[in-house]
């Protein structure tokens, strides 16, 4: 008989967790546009005779690199430029406030205060007031080459040369991702329509909604430039909407424990091609014969997606119920005007941003005191670890740490065999392409990847070689310890799981659903904002409940004690749903007594999970009509209340 490790060489779950791969395709145009974008900057600056100046604007285009992840044309210019805006900010400020003491001191926390409140706004906000510190760090630490103006202009003038690469195609590939990324949501919904009545049901309905979340985030960012009628969108946004019936009936369709005939999926699946090519034409389904109120919501909900992929003018026909179903945004001032009031008005933007203020006056005071070489890669470390909307406070502290050591492990190499000059464009034309790469695979592996980069560059700047990284080590193990103990460990919140919180708050949600959906006078658009709201919802607890069981005991152990009341509350969110559909299809409407009862039952669920951060005893006794529609919405309440009391 084998034998086996001592259980104490075997690592937890949580470190497991952190340091598995994920999985992700190769971004084979984003690796191309890094290799010429970093590389490029550095050659015409060596060509000039001025290296420093090339070795700024790589490093802006570093940050673009960073950056580029969209997929559709828009969404890159929002992603791209609009951080490098106030990355020209930020090291404007540090630039002007380098070498002043306490002054620099002063102003980096403020700008850490500043950038920690807009990160909250949202993920374009995120990446700009992250590039904004960042920047500001670099200004204030390091002494940059020419006039205070120089150093912002060539830095956003590498990251636009990021942004130009990325929109080469866009004339000849206008709408295609957005097309691509449509086409996939249909695919996937055939993936799960196949699924129902099957344990792959659960696992596919969440990768649904993430791919429904990403169609409606490209279509809506898109409709955000076009303040006028655009065709192409309006159809993108019908064919959208069109599957969302599929989807409503897919729950129903689960109910039933019975796979969905195979033609079904086969259908969705040749709708799912006609969309990304762009077919109009006659789209003929061969579908069976519906022979209850659950195939009859499927088929309608088919024949009625068909009819929209296959006519041009579906977009066309009734551009208000598109606006009206997606909810029209408003003007862009509004919009920043409601950001800008949320963010002064919010305790979370106050509470994270002053833990961001906190760190990185705590950096700034300390390298200002003791003599700490390359002192601006401390605030840097932090600037990065403490990014709660990018992952775990923990985790990312830990992967920095192991991360930052493996790239300095290629960095010594690279910097102890080849000379400086031009040798090091080639080498930036092989490491670059590493970024978006590792980048998609963890925090830990973009940190490996993006070390040696900025090695290279910094030394171009400083002449030191090989003596840089001892001190990049050290101060980014500085930056990691005081991100722990002055932005994890003295905020309960950052280790007390918010899974809890978060579900209370979808189960309340719920109730309101239930109240509105089953009533009277129903407007079918504000059903259907109200059902996707929810189910993005479930997604970000879903994302939320991850990212604890990343975190090392306790606060693992108490996240993966949520997991059963995860399951339920979707299955809750599954069975309301699927009511919902069954009564659009001739089932009987429950009555209003019926209807605020199961929402009373929720509500006191909600207050339950809200009052506590373990699962506690609520009382169970969910009655109703026999035979009713809303019978299994019961019963998954019931068993939610079951999983929530103590055994």
């Known amino acids: 008989m084998p034998r086996q490790l001592p259980s104490v060489l ?105 950038s920690g409140m807009i990160s909250t706004i949202g993920a374009v906000a995120s990446v700009s007031s992250l590039l904004l510190l960042l920047n500001c760090s670099i200004g204030a630490g390091l002494p940059l080459p020419g006039s205070w103006w120089l150093a912002p202009l060539l830095m956003s003038g590498g990251g636009l040369l990021v942004l130009a690469l990325a929109l080469l195609a866009w004339p000849l590939r206008s709408g295609i991702p957005e097309r691509a990324a449509v086409a996939h949501t249909y695919r996937t919904v055939a993936d799960l329509l196949a699924a129902t009545g099957t344990e792959r049901y659960v696992d596919i309905r969440l990768a649904v909604t993430q791919s429904l979340n ?49 033609e079904v999926a086969d259908a969705v699946r040749h709708l799912a091609d006609a969309v990304e090519t762009g077919y109009t034409g006659p789209i003929g389904l061969s579908l069976p014969v519906p022979t209850n109120e659950t195939a009859r919501a499927v ?24 606006d009206d179903r997606l909810g029209r945004p408003a003007a862009l001032r509004v919009r920043a005007t409601r950001a800008s009031r949320n963010v002064l008005l919010s305790a979370a933007s106050w509470r994270y941003g002053l833990r961001l203020a906190l760190c990185i006056g705590l950096a700034q005071a300390l390298v200002s005191l003791v003599p700490v070489p390359r002192s601006y890669w401390v605030a840097l470390t932090i600037t990065f670890v403490m990014k709660p909307d990018f992952g775990s406070v923990f985790s990312r502290a830990l992967l920095r740490a192991l991360g930052t050591v493996a790239g300095l492990v290629v960095a010594a190499v690279v910097l102890a065999l080849v000379p400086l000059g031009w040798w090091d464009v080639p080498v930036m034309f092989v490491l670059g392409p590493l970024i978006p790469v590792l980048g998609r695979r963890g ?56 899974v809890g919180d978060r579900l209370a708050d979808a189960v309340a949600d719920t109730a309101r659903y239930v109240e509105y959906a089953f009533g009277a006078d129903v ?24 990212r604890a069981l990343s ?53 006191e669920l909600s207050d339950g999970l809200r009052e506590t951060d373990t699962l506690v005893a609520v009382r169970t006794d969910l009655t109703g009509p026999a035979g009713s529609v809303l019978e299994p919405l019961r019963q998954e309440v019931a068993a939610a209340r079951a999983i929530a009391s103590p055994h």
């Open 10 to 114: 075997t690592p937890p779950d949580w470190l497991v967790r952190n340091l598995r791969p994920q999985q992700a395709p190769v971004p084979w145009a984003a690796a191309a546009r890094a290799a010429i974008a970093l590389a490029l900057p550095l050659a015409i600056g060596l060509a000039a005779g001025e290296p420093a100046y090339g070795a700024l604007a790589s490093m802006g285009a570093l940050s673009g690199v960073i950056g580029d992840t969209a997929d559709a044309y828009r969404m890159r210019i929002f992603n791209i430029a609009v951080p490098q805006l106030f990355g020209a900010i930020g090291v404007t400020i540090g630039s002007l406030v380098y070498g002043h003491g306490w002054v620099a001191v002063g102003a980096v926390t403020c700008v850490a205060l500043v």
């Open 214 to 262: 990403q169609s409606y985030d490209l279509a809506l960012a898109r409709r955000a430039f076009h303040h006028g009628r655009n065709p192409e969108l309006a159809r993108l946004l019908a064919q959208l909407n069109a599957i969302t019936p599929v989807v409503e009936a897919a729950p129903a369709a689960h109910q039933f424990e019975e796979p969905l005939a195979p």
């Open 299 to 322: 088929d309608h909900a088919l024949r009625h997606a068909a009819d929209v992929v296959s006519d041009r003018s579906a977009g066309k026909a009734s551009p208000r119920n598109v």
């Open 443 to 498: 925090y830990g592996y973009q940190t490996a990847a993006v070390t040696p980069v900025i090695l290279l560059l910094s030394d171009v700047l400083n002449h030191l070689g090989t003596a840089l990284l001892v001190p990049r080590l050290a101060d980014s193990l500085i930056g990691c310890a005081i991100a722990l103990v002055a932005g994890y460990l003295l905020w309960p919140e950052s280790w007390h799981t918010r």
């Open 523 to 546: 407007d079918p658009a504000a059903r259907a904002r109200m059902r996707r709201r929810l189910y993005r919802d479930l997604s970000a607890i879903r994302t939320e409940f991850q």
């Open 551 to 603: 975190e090392p005991p306790p606060s693992g152990r108490r996240a993966a004690a949520w997991l059963p009341l995860v399951v339920a509350v979707e299955r809750i969110v599954d069975a309301t749903t699927a009511a919902g559909v069954r009564i659009r299809h001739g089932a009987q409407r429950p009555s209003p007594a019926e209807i605020s009862h199961v929402a009373l039952q929720l509500r």
